[in-house]
C-alpha cells in the first residue's frame, strides 16, 4: 500500500519534469504573476503599502527571486518578501518579532519532528511546543504542510547558494582548482540533494504537495531560481536562447536525478550520483548535436539569402 | 534605497532585444547590398551597433537579467526586414536603417527620463551607457 502511495506521489512528481520543462521554454518569471506564497501573503501586503512602490504586487514578488545584488551578498532569507533592493521597505524594529519572522521560527523549529510525523500539522504542533509556544500555534498555517516543505526547499536553496558562493571564493583566492563544468554541474547538484537525506522517506510526500496547483508557482519558482544561481556560479554568462536551453536542461537533470533518489537503495545512494554522472554527461553531448543543428538552419538561410542576391543583381543590372 | 531590479531587468532585456535585432537588420541589409557601393557604409553601421549589442551582453551578465525569450523570433525578423529593405534598393535600405535609428533614440530617451525621474545618483551607472 505504501508502494502503491509513493508510486502514486512519483507520478505526479514525474509531471513535475513536464511542467518545467515547458515553463522553462516560456515566458516564466513575467507570467508567473503572483506567487502566492501562503506564508507571506498579509507580510507582503504589509511592504507594499508601506514601502509606497508603484510596482504592482506582481513584480514586488518576483523581484524577490531575482534579488541576487551585483556585489553577490549571499541570500540570507529568501522566503522572507525582500523589498530590500528597492530601499527601505521591511525595516524590522529590534525589540519585536515580525509574525513573519516567527513563522519561520517555528517551521524550521518543526523541521526536527518530520522524519516522525511527515510534513503535516503535527510536526509543527512539535516545533512550536518546542519554542514553548501552544501547539494551537500549527493553527496559523495550511493544513496539507504546504508552508513548511516551501520552508524547507528554501533553506535548502540558501545553503547551497552559500555552499557555492564559498567555493566561489576560495577559487578566487587560488585556494582551489576551478572544476571542469560537468564536475561542477554533478557537484552541485549532489550537494543539494544530499540535503534531502534525513527527510528521505516523506520526501515523496513532499514532492506531491509541492505539484498541487496553489503551490505550483511557489515551488517551480524555487526550482528556476536555483537552477539559473546553480549556473550563475558555474560561470554561464549566455545572452542568447542558450540561456534557456542550459537552465531548461539542467532542471531535466535535477528533477530526473531526484526521482532516481527516491527510489534508491544503494549505500550511499551511489547509484543515484552514478545516473547524476550519466545525466551530466548526456547534458554536455547535447550541447555539441544543437551546435549542429543551428549550423545546418544556417547555411539553409544563406542558401536562400544567395539566391535572393542574386536574383536581386540580375533585376538591378537588367 | 537600492535600486529598483525589476525596471532595471527590464529596461536591459528590451534593450538588448533591440540592439539585438538591429544587429540582424544590419546582417540581411549586408546578405543584399554587401558587394554594391553602399556595401561599406552599411559594414560601418553595423559595427557600431555590434558594439552597442555588447555593452548590452555586459550589462545583462553583470545584473543576471534573462535575455528575452523571442530571441529566435527576432533573429529571423531582423534578418528579413533588412534583407527586405534591401531588396528593395539603397534608398529603401536607409530609409529602414533611418526609421530603426529614431525609434531606437526616442525609446532610449524615454528610458532615460524613467531612470532620472526616479533617482539620477542610483543609476548613474546605466545612465552613462546610454
Known amino acids: 500500500k505504501m508502494a502503491a502511495a509513493a508510486a502514486g506521489s512519483l507520478r505526479r512528481a514525474g509531471w513535475r519534469l513536464h511542467l518545467t520543462l515547458l515553463a522553462s521554454l516560456s515566458v516564466l518569471r513575467c507570467q508567473l504573476s503572483v506567487p502566492q506564497r501562503a506564508l507571506q501573503a498579509s507580510a507582503v501586503l504589509r511592504r507594499v503599502s508601506d514601502e509606497q512602490h508603484k510596482e504592482p504586487l506582481a513584480s514586488s514578488s518576483q523581484q524577490h527571486f531575482d534579488s541576487h545584488p551585483t556585489d553577490q551578498q549571499p541570500e540570507q532569507e529568501p522566503q522572507g518578501p525582500r523589498p530590500s533592493s528597492t530601499g527601505q521597505g521591511g525595516q524590522e524594529s529590534e525589540d519585536y518579532e515580525s509574525e513573519e519572522q516567527l513563522q519561520h521560527r517555528i517551521l524550521t523549529a518543526a523541521l526536527e519532528f518530520v522524519p516522525e510525523h511527515g510534513w503535516t500539522a503535527e510536526a509543527i504542533a512539535e516545533g512550536a511546543k518546542t519554542l514553548g509556544l501552544s501547539a494551537a500555534s500549527a493553527g496559523m498555517f495550511r493544513n496539507d504542510g504546504s508552508e513548511l516543505i516551501l520552508h524547507f526547499v528554501s533553506q535548502c536553496n540558501t545553503k547551497l547558494t552559500e555552499l557555492l558562493e564559498q567555493e566561489q571564493k576560495q577559487v578566487q583566492l587560488g585556494e582551489a582548482e576551478k572544476k571542469p563544468l560537468d564536475q561542477f554541474l554533478r557537484d552541485a547538484v549532489e550537494a543539494r540533494l544530499r540535503m534531502l537525506i534525513p527527510y528521505i522517506e516523506k520526501w515523496p510526500q513532499a514532492l506531491s504537495v509541492l505539484l498541487l496547483p496553489h503551490n505550483i508557482p511557489a515551488s517551480l519558482s524555487l526550482l528556476t531560481s536555483m537552477i539559473d544561481d546553480i549556473w550563475h556560479y558555474a560561470g554561464d554568462q549566455s545572452t542568447d536562447f542558450n540561456w534557456y536551453t542550459r537552465r531548461a536542461v539542467l532542471t531535466g537533470v535535477y528533477n530526473t536525478t531526484e526521482l532516481v533518489m527516491m527510489q534508491d537503495s544503494s549505500p550511499d545512494f551511489e547509484d543515484t550520483w552514478r545516473f547524476l554522472e550519466n545525466r551530466v554527461t548526456d547534458a554536455m553531448n547535447m550541447g555539441n548535436t544543437a551546435n549542429k543543428v543551428q549550423s545546418t538552419g544556417e547555411a539553409l538561410v544563406q542558401g536562400l539569402m544567395g539566391a535572393a542576391v542574386t536574383v536581386s543583381n540580375a533585376e538591378t543590372r537588367r | ?130
Open chain 2, 1 to 130: 534605497g537600492g535600486i529598483n531590479k525589476p525596471v532595471i531587468e527590464r529596461i536591459i532585456r528590451v534593450d538588448h532585444a533591440g540592439e539585438y535585432g538591429a544587429n540582424r537588420i544590419y546582417a540581411g541589409q549586408m546578405a543584399v547590398l554587401g558587394r554594391s557601393s553602399v556595401g561599406p557604409v552599411i559594414q560601418q553601421m553595423w559595427n557600431q551597433e555590434k558594439d552597442h549589442l555588447k555593452k548590452f551582453n555586459d550589462l545583462m551578465v553583470a545584473y543576471r537579467v534573462r535575455p528575452t525569450v523571442l530571441l529566435p523570433f527576432w533573429n529571423v525578423a531582423g534578418f528579413v526586414l533588412g534583407a527586405g529593405s534591401a531588396l528593395l534598393g539603397r534608398k529603401g535600405a536607409m530609409a529602414c536603417t533611418v526609421a530603426v535609428e529614431e525609434s531606437i533614440s526616442d525609446h532610449y530617451n524615454s528610458q532615460i527620463r524613467t531612470l532620472v525621474e526616479e533617482d539620477p545618483e542610483k543609476y548613474k551607472e546605466l545612465l552613462q551607457v546610454f
